[in-house]
């Protein structure tokens, strides 16, 4: 099966710009999960949807973060104005459905704020 | 909130053919937990996942845990050039079925001929 996709893979911004990247999750997994890593760091998730919802977005920056995933498949994580505190790998990871935990990692997109 | 501490911290340097153990301890009590390795640049893959308290073997990988201690090991056995990477470990814990993973830092190993 195909792995989780996401695009682009690196962008490189100049503070105050905007920025989205885009998750497409292995056919089939309902929950889809965004991840922060910065650089030499794990990851920190950001926000998870199951389906359509949002279940938990505790960790999004709401002010300037936002992230959809319209049609329970695809998702879209946008920065309204990126920081140079926001350069960091977004990681999209996707997960079959309830009582599996085991998650798979798409190759991320390395943003660089300037 | 939760915390995932990994040790060694930062880096380890093997010479081929060494064991290694890596470890996490975790602030809070576990539902599972996953081992992930990540070279630079690269994807996470997921390496070992233990729904709970059990040993998981992968080819020269074993993880073990110790609930009574909130910690887990990761044993690579004679290492290889080729396991060169981060390792991290990852915990969900016990307060829903959510899937959300917390993270270690992460121990970037060097294997070394």
């Known amino acids: 099966e195909a792995g989780v996709t996401q695009s682009p893979r690196y962008a490189v911004l100049q503070e105050g710009q905007a920025v989205s990247f885009w998750c497409d999750p292995i056919?089939?997994?309902?929950?889809l999960y965004w991840y922060q890593q910065p650089r030499d760091q794990g990851p920190q998730l950001l926000v998870y949807?199951?389906?359509?919802?949002?279940?938990?977005n505790s960790q999004l920056p709401s002010d300037r973060f936002s992230a959809v995933r319209p049609k329970g498949t695809n998702s879209t994580l946008k920065i309204q104005s990126a920081k140079q505190g926001d350069t960091a790998t977004y990681l999209c990871?996707?997960?079959?459905?309830?009582?599996?935990?085991?998650?798979?990692f798409g190759p991320g997109t390395r943003l660089t704020v300037l | 909130g939760q915390q995932v501490q990994q040790s060694p911290p930062a880096s380890l340097v093997l010479q081929e053919g060494e064991n290694a153990e890596l470890q996490c301890t975790y602030s809070?009590?576990?539902?599972?937990m996953q081992w992930f390795y990540q070279r630079p640049g690269g994807r996470l893959v997921s390496l070992l996942y233990?729904?709970?308290?059990a040993e998981q073997r992968g080819g020269r990988l074993t993880s073990s845990a110790a609930s009574n201690e909130s910690r887990s090991s990761l044993h690579i056995s004679s290492s290889q050039i080729t396991d060169s990477g981060t390792y991290l470990c990852?915990?969900?814990?016990?307060?829903?079925?959510?899937?959300?993973?917390?993270f270690g830092e992460g121990t970037q190993v060097t294997v070394i001929s």
């Open positions: 990871a996707s997960l079959p459905g309830l009582g599996v935990f085991e998650q798979y």
């Open positions: 056919s089939g997994h309902d929950t």
């Open positions: 949807f199951r389906d359509e919802a949002v279940i938990d």
């Open positions: 809070t009590t576990l539902n599972s």
């Open positions: 233990s729904p709970s308290w």
């Open positions: 990852a915990m969900e814990d016990t307060g829903g079925l959510s899937g959300k993973l917390t």
